[in-house]
């Protein structure tokens, strides 16, 4: 077993750091309720890995006796051996696609939550994405986004402090809080004057009239803080170089004096079934993506970075046992990763509940022993300053028994 | 004069006017619709010429054991340019069809049981799956739909089966391989009872174990590449699925349980509603979902039946634009309207841009049919552009008031109208006509 508690994660010093917090936020209930929770200079940034990213194979437990056994050719080499295993702390790795991850690990602005997962316990992954961004224990149970709904806290302000990144809003940033929006732009961009008159015919079309409003707005703002670097060739529309054209550009959008302070970027391509390989295969070349798209996002957010959280997340994690087929099927518990300068990393957190056939949930997979509303309940909390019960009342509504995780954000 | 009826029957449940085709439909808007489901169609002539999916697979397994880098190459090359031949031609059967709700419902089924070319080897299948499993059955029987399906070599390497191994069977446990659960899985949530559909992960594994050995192989001909039951991977033994007992059969249980799925209550109110989604509203009523489902059991699942009785749900004709076009909707309707095809490589680079290569889906579940998924700040004015970059081509072959007349006039206001015929150029106005709320949607 690995020695990993709870306890582990929370040291003297930063058990202090949070009693002043606290100490501050109490300050903060006297002053007129517009005024408390004014937009943030944090950055925060999700990241959704769909179709189920494999946990183990990016944060193998290659120190775990059950490991090599249970992972059978997925097994990565040990952190001494040629290829191997990127040594977090003696009993984790990283994938070796991830080296400039590890870099992060080293200085501290990289966190691993291991053995996470949503309280989603089926495995199709539109269900699990669906819950995964509702924030409910739930398919279907909210119609809106927790990220959404976690602006709506952030106080009143005519900025558009979401950002959406895609044509159109993940489900994480829908809701009743307008957002802002990037997508690269590979046309000729239309007159102000034309879109005028488009606007004022959408007039009646709810649907229309919101999209063109936010677009016009997203578009001065990309325009102010990009200029002409916001075109792109259309080779920028597809294969590992468009996450990381995009999550660069994403960067100065969240860098800029008055630009957004919340991003989601999505990434497809997890769902390796067949072939999914080790140092080579499908799933290095994806985490590979990965870790581009992440430097990318830290160039671009430059000096933010320091004030920058980014969750990197999925809707479950995939089963222990390699399948049939060189790859591995829906499971249940994986990784969440934090990074940025925000974070105080360095760390693997989590209980660690073991891989032998024994301790499997169901038999098959990694068994969850935390939940991921505890990781972004702590984030919320820590990072962008929202009060605790708004958080539980409002953004994780029926997640009382859910404790936030503490320490995980600098203070 | 055409009534509101001919719109609907030319744009919810067809492609879009073609020049005449509102004139065509007005006289008996059903009746146009119905027609098109009776004839047996020819082979669209876009469509003629292209290899088989067996072909293409057998070309990929061949330059596989010459090894990995020569399968590589056959992808980014041979493949890459079957794939666009392929996207061309689905996409100008489109812009030309003249049975346009034929069409539609060739692009329905082939979203229902989706392959991508998310998975590079599918570049050389996607095309051939929706010309050989899916549109020679959208008039048949949805049972034989889903094993057409179920067995293309699309499918079966799309969702993992063709190397999935009964780790009892000859091969397996001499080989030490075993089950891939993906497709199970997937024919279960997404092809046929849906995510609510009542099975386990028991059911899934079971599912599983029934289908190994639907593989890819020879036929008695010697021709590679084609679908084939391989006994030495079958799994042996009996199997539970959705508590019914499959005695160990070899290939017969796997099609005893997907025409058990077929025939499942569950399966009708899934494709009924998905069906009602696409043709009602994205929030259909109930009554109409469930009048769809009675329909699909009563029938045995007959797809054709199931055309008709949609067209004569009084619900799908009672809001002309309750729809959102999909972007290649909204790019086949703008290009049947100017009829201006343009370079026919540029249109795939338009649904790129647009969010919809052909077949490109992002996952198994297919692309969304409900507005929100489509329409956002970002979409709007991608689609304003290129609504503009169309217009700019076509401004010399169309006034604005006429191409407004023939194609949003039944359903749009006054103020629309003077809009577009208060456009400072031509292009403009066309440029409006088709980026209009009106036009994008159906």
């Known amino acids: 077993m690995h020695p990993l508690a709870p306890t582990h994660a929370l040291s003297r010093r930063r058990a202090l750091r949070q009693i002043g917090a606290g100490a501050s936020l109490a300050a903060l209930w006297l002053l007129p309720a517009r005024l408390a929770y004014a937009a943030t200079d944090r950055r925060l940034v999700v990241i959704v890995l769909r179709g189920a990213l494999d946990g183990l194979a990016a944060v193998p437990a290659y120190a775990d006796p059950d490991y090599r056994r249970q992972r059978g050719a997925l097994a990565l080499a040990e952190p001494s051996e040629a290829d191997g295993a990127l040594d977090l702390d003696g009993y984790f790795g990283l994938h070796p696609a991830l080296r400039s991850l590890h870099e992060m690990y080293r200085v501290g602005e990289l966190l691993v939550v291991h053995a996470v997962a949503t309280p989603y316990r089926s495995r199709s992954h539109f269900d699990g994405q669906d819950l995964l961004e509702n924030g409910t224990a739930a398919p279907r149970g909210a119609s809106d986004g927790w990220l959404n709904r976690a602006l709506a806290l952030l106080g009143p302000s005519d900025r558009r402090l979401g950002l959406a990144v895609g044509q159109t809003v993940p489900l994480l940033l829908r809701g009743s809080t307008p957002v802002g929006s990037y997508a690269p732009q590979t046309m000729a961009e239309l007159e102000s004057d034309f879109l005028a008159r488009l606007a004022a015919l959408y007039r009646r079309d709810a649907i229309f009239a919101a999209a063109i409003d936010e677009g016009i707005k997203a578009q001065a703002m990309s325009d102010e803080v990009l200029g002409e670097e916001k075109r792109m060739g259309r080779e920028t529309l597809r294969g590992p170089a468009a996450i990381r054209a995009v999550a660069a550009k994403v960067g100065k959008l969240l860098a800029a004096p008055d630009g957004a302070r919340v991003a989601v970027i999505e990434a497809g391509g997890w769902d390796t079934h067949a072939q999914q390989g080790t140092i080579n295969g499908r799933l290095a070349v994806g985490l590979a993506s990965l870790a581009g798209a992440l430097a990318a996002l830290k160039e671009g957010l430059g000096p933010s970075w320091r004030q920058a959280t980014i969750a990197v997340v999925t809707e479950f994690g995939r089963t222990v046992a390699i399948n049939g087929t060189g790859g591995t099927d829906h499971g249940t518990a994986g990784i969440a990763f934090l990074l940025g300068g925000a974070v105080d990393g360095g760390r693997v957190v989590g209980q660690w509940p073991g891989l032998a056939q024994g301790r499997l949930y169901e038999g098959r997979d990694l068994a969850p022993t935390s939940d991921l509303r505890a990781v972004l309940k702590g984030i919320l909390a820590e990072h962008l300053g929202l009060p605790r019960d708004a958080i539980e009342r409002e953004v994780f509504p029926g997640s009382a028994g859910v404790q936030p995780m503490r320490g995980l954000i600098r203070a | ?442």
Not at chain 2, 32 to 40: C, E, H, I, N, P
Not at chain 2, 369 to 374: N, R, V
């Open chain 2, 1 to 442: 004069m055409t009534q509101p009826g001919a719109f609907a029957a030319v744009n919810r449940f067809g492609l879009g006017a073609r020049a005449g085709e509102l004139a065509l439909a007005s006289g008996d808007p059903r009746g146009w619709l119905v027609a098109q489901l009776q004839a047996t169609p020819p082979q669209p002539s876009r469509l003629a010429g292209l290899a088989t999916g067996a072909q293409n697979m057998a070309q990929f397994q061949r330059s596989r054991r010459q090894g990995a880098a020569d399968a590589q190459r056959l992808i980014r090359q041979e493949f890459r340019t079957t794939y666009l031949r392929e996207a061309v031609a689905r996409t100008l059967t489109q812009i030309e069809a003249e049975s346009p709700f034929r069409e539609r419902l060739v692009a329905f089924w082939s979203n229902h049981f989706t392959v991508s070319v998310q998975r590079p080897t599918l570049l050389g299948l996607a095309g051939a799956f929706e010309r050989e499993a899916i549109r020679p059955n959208v008039t048949g029987k949805f049972r034989d739909m889903l094993i057409a399906a179920t067995r293309h070599p699309a499918m079966l390497v799309y969702l993992d089966n063709a190397l999935s191994v009964g780790p009892n069977s000859i091969a397996g446990s001499r080989r030490g391989r075993g089950l891939n659960e993906n497709l199970a899985r997937e024919i279960l949530e997404l092809h046929t009872v849906g995510v609510s559909g009542g099975y386990t992960q028991d059911d899934v594994r079971e599912f599983g174990r029934i289908l190994t050995g639907w593989s890819l192989g020879r036929t008695e001909d010697g021709d590679a590449g084609h679908y084939k039951f391989q006994r030495l991977i079958h799994e042996p033994g009996d199997k539970v699925l959705l508590g019914m007992r499959y005695a160990e059969a070899g290939e017969d249980e796997g099609v005893a349980a997907l025409t058990a799925l077929a025939r499942h209550p569950a399966t009708a109110t899934h494709i009924a509603l998905k069906f009602a989604r696409h043709f009602v509203a994205d929030q259909p009523p109930a009554a109409v979902v469930s009048r769809l489902a009675q329909l699909f059991r009563d029938s045995d699942g007959d797809l054709a039946a199931l055309s008709r009785a949609v067209i004569d749900t009084p619900e799908a004709w009672a809001n002309p634009l309750a729809k959102v076009k999909t972007p290649n909707e909204f790019v086949v309707s703008a290009l049947r309207a100017t009829g201006f095809a343009g370079d026919p490589e540029r249109l795939v680079g338009s649904l790129r841009v647009l969010g919809q290569a052909p077949f490109a889906a992002p996952s198994p579940a297919g692309w969304p049919d409900i507005a929100e998924q489509w329409i956002g700040p970002e979409s709007v004015l991608r689609r304003a552009e290129w609504a503009m970059a169309v217009a700019l081509r076509a401004e010399r072959a169309h006034r604005p008031d006429a191409f407004f007349a023939a194609t949003i006039g039944p359903v749009a206001d006054a103020a629309t109208g003077a809009a577009i015929a208060g456009a400072p150029t031509a292009a403009e106005g066309l440029a409006l006509v088709l980026a209009s709320a009106e036009f994008q949607r159906r």
